[in-house]
């Protein structure tokens, strides 16, 4: 016997039926939104060298891809295009028939109705220069000239099938811009997905290879501080003035305080994107065997789920949501 009263916290945690009665939160397939990448003009998947079990798609294995990650369950699928031809502007990512609007259209048409199919609005993959939009005469990038061209881009996605908008440029003014622009264009039933708190991280460094970007600087400039936190509440405020509908932090595993103090903060849904370096820091740790792939890719997951994101971008949307509850 103890000689002080021992409290019994240990009391539910004695089975496995009562840790699973008492568990409060639990990730389902339908939070989790898949990425897809197209690769314009390739005729075989290629597997991204930093992000293995990843994919650089061919049209059809675009559309392969798909329809499983629909299958296993998942709430939703993210595109983005990797045009062969790049330019100062970026006008590929506005092209009717640029790689992004390919996607869309090929998706659309293959699993449609079945899931919600997010486009991805910036120019970085689409200019030479591999900012997110068009530079001034000073090498830094425009904002107002920006808006635009993302604008264009996103009513360019709309027409193509995209079902949501995710800006992810941090330009000012972006997200009042493209609803303007979008509403003007009869897609005033097109929600607006909002990178709205995007951090300038390294933890993007893999992403950079899977579309083969061009930047050579960084994007200090626009996206945010990582040591801040006000800031982001002031950015998601913005957002939703200016008419997001759902707004993102991202990363996510290095900034679960900012998704849990945003999702107190609003009451609009929050998404969580685990972006490509969370990926590729637990696989290449799963691959030494120095970590349980298995257990930490759910924890990782379910951390963001009980931090508040209901919706959550990750690379291993579709292998998990199979064993996950609907
Ligand atoms: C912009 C965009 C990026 C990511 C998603 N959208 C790259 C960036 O801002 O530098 C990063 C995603 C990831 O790292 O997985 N097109």
Known sequence: MSS???VRMRRLRRTPALRRLVTETRPHASNLVQPLFLHEGLTEPREISSMPGV?????????????EAVTAGVGGLLLFGIPVHKDPLGTGASDPDGILQVALRD???????ATVIIGDVNLDEYTDHGHTGVLGPDGDVDNDASLERLAAMAVAQARAGAHVIAP???MDGQIGSMRAALDAEGFQQIPIMGYSAKYASA???????????????NR?????????????????????????????????????????????????????YQV????????????????????????????????????????????FASRLER
């Open 203 to 217: 933890f993007y460094g893999p992403f950079r290879d899977a579309v083969e970007s061009s930047l050579t600087g």
């Open 276 to 319: 490509s370096g969370e990926y590729s820091m637990i696989e290449a740790a799963a691959a030494n065997g120095w970590l349980d792939r298995e257990q930490v890719v759910l924890e990782s997951i379910g951390s963001i789920r009980r931090a508040g994101a209901s919706i959550i971008i990750t690379y291993w949307a579709a292998e």
């Open 107 to 113: 998706v659309a048409e293959e699993v449609g109705d």
């Open 55 to 67: 994919y650089q798609h061919t049209r059809d294995s675009l559309r392969k891809a798909a329809v």
């Open 220 to 272: 200090r400039s626009y996206q945010q501080v990582p040591g801040n936190i006000r800031e982001s509440l002031r950015e998601v405020d913005l957002d939703l003035e200016e008419g997001a509908d759902i707004v993102m932090v991202k990363p996510a595993g290095a900034y679960l305080d900012i998704v849990s103090l945003i999702a107190q903060h609003t009451d609009v849904p929050v998404a969580a």
């Open 4 to 6: 002080f009263p021992v």
């Open 168 to 170: 992810s440029a941090m």
